[in-house]
Every structure is written in C-alpha cells, then in structure tokens.
C-alpha cells in the first residue's frame, strides 16, 4: 500500500515568541481533497511552508508521500499555488513556466510542450505571450495554478486560491480543481470561504492558534453544532408532556404559546421522534422546520478562544519566510535551501 499523501506529527514552529505550530498531527490519504481551515493568524500559511521546503520546522515530523520534507525533499511531487503573486512580471508568462520546467530538470523542448498543456488546462493559453502583470487578477490566479502543475505534482497545493475573486471566477476555479482531484491529485487547499470547503473537501481540519482542533468531514463537523428544530402546534397544549426524555442529543426545549423550539445536535433525526411523541400525545403540528447549524457557525465556535489572538502579522510573513531566519535562528542560509526555496514558489522573483 502506498504512503499517505501527508503524514504530520508533532509538528512545531516557532518564529521567536510566536509559536505558529503548536505540535500539528494529521493525514491525508492520497487522492484526497483536504481543507485547512483556521482564522488569520492560525499556522496555516506556515504549515504549508515547511510542506515546501520554504520554512524550517522546529520540531516534529512532516512526510510528504512517505519522504521526510527535510531530509528527502522532493521537489518535483508538490506544486504550491501560493497566497502571493510571486512571479517575475517582465517576461511573457509561457517563459515563466519554461522556465520553471527547466529548474525542476524537464528538457527544452518538453518544457515548452508542457507549458503550452498547463496553459491550455487553465484556460489562459490564448495569453501565452502576455506579461504576468497585464493579466487581469482572476488570469493571475489561473497562471498560478498553471505554474503549479507544470511539474505534473501528485499533491498540490492551493493557498486562498480564491481569494478577492469574483463568483464566476471562483465557481471556475472549482470546477478545475474538481477535475485535478478526480484525476487522482491530492489536493490540500486553505481557504477562508466555508462554502468553498463545504463544497470541495472530502476533509478538513480545522487548525486555531496552531493547534488542530478537529479533523472531520464537513458533515461530521456540522453534526457537533446544534440544530433548531421549530414546531407548531394547532392549539396550545395545557401542559407540555415530557418530550425527547433522556436523549443526550437535546440541549433544550422551550415553548412559547403554540410554538416549540428544540435545539439539539443532529436535529434531522431528532426531529421524526419528536413528531412521533407529538403525535402520541395527540398534539397536532401545522408547520415544522429545521434549521441546520452551518459550517461556518461550527467554525466560529471552535475557533472563537484562539479569537485570531497570534494575528499580529510579522512583516514578511507570508511571502516566503523572509522573517523566520531573522526570528528564529535557524540556519536557512546553504545554497541548497535557497534552491529549494526558488523551485517552492516559482524560482523567478
Ligand atoms: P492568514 O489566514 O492570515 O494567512 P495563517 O493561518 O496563514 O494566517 P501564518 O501566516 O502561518 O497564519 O502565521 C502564524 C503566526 O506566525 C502568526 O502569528 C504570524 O504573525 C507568525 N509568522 C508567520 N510567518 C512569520 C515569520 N516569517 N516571522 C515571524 N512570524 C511569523
């Protein structure tokens, strides 16, 4: 059986004072679309980093496919479209890719070949000979994905890959990204957008202060929020029998005249049994409705202690690590991290 595509554990990484990884364990299959989800300020953006080589970790282990992310970098399995538009603007963005292509080793003229293939597969083709600047911002966002995959990675990366687009713009981008993971690609994407995880991932962790608070399905988180569900009755009962008796899923009932209101977890299937104890009890319901908690509320309750409170962005903090070597004391300076560091994010700025 083949490695996981992620095997985290452990994982520390301080930047002075700032502890952004407070010991991150988790996996992720191969083949699967996993969400990191956290508020600013939570690790995500240097979670990925040490994932790319762009940041050393201070403790812990990291595997990528089974090969430890220091030790046994493999550059050419990870494709990072990151956060920043990292990329030289002056030249026309096919010879950004070229090369890029050539970096990771890839022959002339399969370079050129498979520069036109990414370009074709984001949808910017037509663009080939345009500078990255003159790209509108949902072209740049495209090109980033593009650069990403000229290596043909089995993991690849999306940090915010929709951030500040536009809805049209955005539902493309799924839609590719969609067809990358069908085609067998682990894909591991932050986002800010619940709805965008909710719709992509087979998983996601949620990660606060550093720390992964929970690592579900999207479905599974929403069964720890609670549902309301809202009753009315035909007439108002004298006296409300004991509903629900003993169900630890039932946070609370409340009547108010006519009307119920239970809150309670997994609400869908708390529901039937009310109308059957209801009905029991010869009380008749003339309307009935569940209102499910979203992701986004089961978020903002996980993540409301941590309330973005490591937030306090150090300058450079997400365009490469520049602050971790003035921070940390680590030994980034050798020749072969800096390569590393170029194949991560580009290699042209
Ligand atoms: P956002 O959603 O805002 O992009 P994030 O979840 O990606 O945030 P990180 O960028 O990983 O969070 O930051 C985690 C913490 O580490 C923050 O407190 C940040 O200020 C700090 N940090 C990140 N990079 C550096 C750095 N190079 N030097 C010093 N501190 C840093």
């Given at each position: 059986m083949s490695a996981p595509a992620l095997e985290i554990d452990g994982l520390r990484k301080t930047y002075g004072d700032v502890t952004a990884l407070d010991g991150v364990s988790l996996t992720v299959p191969e083949g699967q679309f996993f969400g990191l989800l956290g508020p600013n300020g939570a690790g995500k953006t240097t979670f990925i980093n040490v994932l790319v080589g762009l940041v050393r970790k201070s403790g812990g282990t990291a595997r990528v496919f089974g090969h430890d992310v220091e030790a046994d970098y493999r550059r050419d399995a990870i494709g990072l479209a990151p956060q920043e538009f990292n990329v030289d603007r002056f030249f026309p963005i096919r010879e950004v890719l070229e090369h890029k292509a050539g970096y990771h080793g890839i022959p002339a003229a399969e370079a050129r070949e498979r520069a036109d293939e990414v370009l074709k597969q984001v949808g910017i083709y037509g663009k080939?000979?345009?500078?990255?600047?003159?790209?509108s911002g949902g072209m740049k966002r495209r090109f980033l994905l593009a650069r990403a995959l000229i290596t043909d990675p089995d993991l690849l990366i999306l940090d915010?890959?929709?951030?500040?687009?536009d809805v049209q713009l955005r539902r493309d981008l799924w839609e590719l990204v969609t067809d990358l993971n069908e085609q067998g690609k682990t894909i591991l994407l932050t986002t800010h957008y619940i709805e965008e995880a909710e719709r992509l991932c087979d998983e996601v962790a949620i990660l606060d202060s550093g720390r992964v608070r929970a690592v579900a399905t999207p479905d599974e988180l929403k069964d720890r929020g609670s549902d309301r569900i809202s009753v009315e009755l035909s007439a108002s009962p004298a006296t409300l029998p004991d509903l629900l008796a003993g169900d630890d899923r039932v946070e609370s009932i409340d009547r108010d005249g006519r009307r119920l209101t239970v809150v309670a977890r997994k609400g869908g299937l708390v529901a039937p049994q009310l109308v059957r104890e209801l009905d029991r009890e010869g009380l008749e319901i003339v309307d009935l409705e569940i209102s499910r908690t979203s992701l986004e509320e089961v978020f903002v309750e996980m993540t409301r202690q941590g309330g973005g409170e490591q937030a306090t962005e150090a300058s450079g903090?997400?365009?490469?690590?520049?602050g971790d070597e003035a921070t940390s004391g680590d030994d980034n300076s050798d020749d072969a991290r800096t390569e590393r560091r170029a194949a991560a994010d580009g290699g042209v700025e």
């Open positions: 080939r000979d345009t500078r990255f600047d003159w790209l915010e890959p929709t951030a500040g687009v903090g997400h365009g490469g690590g520049d």
